[in-house]
């Protein structure tokens, strides 16, 4: 059996449990490390380009309920070159300003603590855009409130019916009542269409019934609704390794570790799309950083040991990769990966005694 077919298999229900880490992560997920020079960057060591002083973003960062957010970072991403041109943060008044920047398309990021929110802008040299942002109320002269959990403005438009009734579902899943949790799922999304976690949800829920096309319908609008969600690409990478699709994966992958790097399912999800790549030393980089972020007081889920055992094979560690797959076996006796893993570990153990003999 192809290695890329036994990455296709290993689907875990990861996304099922994700919709009750996901906050928690995310809280974790958003690197703080300041935003300087890029190395590949066209800007000078102060941020500017001595050559092009075209344009200017500004605007300002304020709560909800109106009130001037001072000292909130705010970063311009050059999407255009792929580059990291600067950040500032906002004075007492909320403002702030990037001037003299070249022309192009660019990512703006306000951030306090761990609250954030991007907005995508292009600047020409005929205008000077203004991006204004809102923050939770508690960011108000809070920098640094680790606390809290990083949503995108999208999310604070939910409705609270809306959301009751997300959260209603979300236990009746838990416990294994789907029936009930579409329903109730169904009822949030007539309350509002555009609610990324209740769709994404949807669509989990439509996984667990066998309709993989209507959940990666379900994921798409999530898509739509919030670009800044990360659970809708990491589900949307799974339904797309388990169709051995692992290129198109890739692709939901790399947005992931662009908006929340530290996301175990996401690297998990990495790992199966590296191993149906044959890429096997990245596979096993990958379920490493998955158990890493995870954390030793939860351990490893069977299926990283098994991920890793196949990693392995291919990179002709038979010793390692039949420990790692026995490990999988060891809680998971039965069911077809197991059945895979058993003919794989037989193979291998004949092949050990052969090269006894």
Not at 48 to 71: A, C, L, M, Y
Not at 174 to 198: D, I, M, R, W
Not at 266 to 283: H, I, P, Q, T, V
Request: net charge neutral; with cysteine; charged share 20%.
């Amino acid at each position: 059996m192809s290695i890329r077919r036994v990455a296709a298999s290993l689907s875990v229900a990861v996304p099922l449990a994700m919709l009750l880490l996901i906050q928690t992560a995310l809280a974790q997920s958003h690197s703080n490390a300041p935003f300087g020079k890029s190395p590949n960057s066209p800007f000078g060591s102060d941020g500017f380009d001595n050559q092009s002083r075209n344009g200017r973003i500004h605007g300002t960062v304020q709560t909800f309920d109106g009130h001037p957010v001072s000292n909130a970072t705010v970063s311009a991403h050059d999407v255009s070159r792929g580059t990291v041109s600067m950040s500032v943060h906002t004075e007492t008044n909320g403002s702030y300003a990037f001037p003299n920047l070249p022309p192009g398309s660019y990512e703006v990021t306000a951030s306090v603590g761990v609250d954030q929110t991007t907005e995508r802008v292009d600047v020409s040299d005929v205008g000077d855009p203004t991006v204004d942002f809102r923050l939770p109320n508690k960011s108000a002269g809070a920098p640094g409130n680790a606390n809290s959990s990083s949503v995108s403005f999208a999310q604070y438009k939910v409705p609270a019916k809306a959301r009751s009734l997300f959260e209603k579902a979300s236990e009746l899943m838990e416990k294994g009542k789907t029936a009930q949790a579409l329903e109730k799922v169904n009822a949030a999304l007539a309350n509002f269409p555009k609610f990324a976690e209740a769709l994404t949800l949807r669509g989990v829920l439509k996984e667990r019934t066998g309709t993989a096309e209507a959940a990666m319908e379900d994921y798409r609008l999530a898509l739509d609704a919030d670009p800044h969600y990360p659970l809708p690409y990491i589900t949307m990478a799974s339904l797309l390794n388990s169709a051995g699709r692992f290129s198109k994966s890739l692709t939901f992958l790399n947005q992931v570790e662009r908006i929340a790097p530290d996301l175990w399912q996401a690297a998990y999800e990495s790992a199966r799309c590296s191993l149906g790549r044959n890429d096997f030393a990245g596979a096993l980089r990958s379920i490493d950083r998955a158990a890493q972020l995870r954390g030793t007081a939860k351990g490893d889920l069977p299926e990283m040991h098994l991920v890793r055992g196949y990693a392995l094979l291919g990179l002709s560690e038979e010793a390692k990769a039949s420990a790692e797959i026995q490990a999988f076996l060891a809680s998971h006796p039965t069911g077809r990966n197991a059945e895979m893993a058993k003919a794989i570990l037989s193979k291998l153990q004949e092949s050990a005694v052969s090269a006894d003999r």
